[in-house]
């Protein structure tokens, strides 16, 4: 979490990290691994 955080203040600045994290958290539960079902 803690380098997630990280990465969202360098990566995406403008964007609160809480909102990118939740994005985050929704979309892929965190695993960088994840493939949507589109």
Do not use: M
Request: charged fraction near 15%; proline fraction near 5%.
């Amino acid at each position: 979490l803690a380098v997630a955080l990280q990465l969202a203040r360098v990566c995406a600045g403008t964007v609160a990290p809480e909102t990118l994290l939740s994005v985050v958290k929704t979309e892929s539960g965190f695993n960088p691994l994840a493939i949507g079902d589109c």
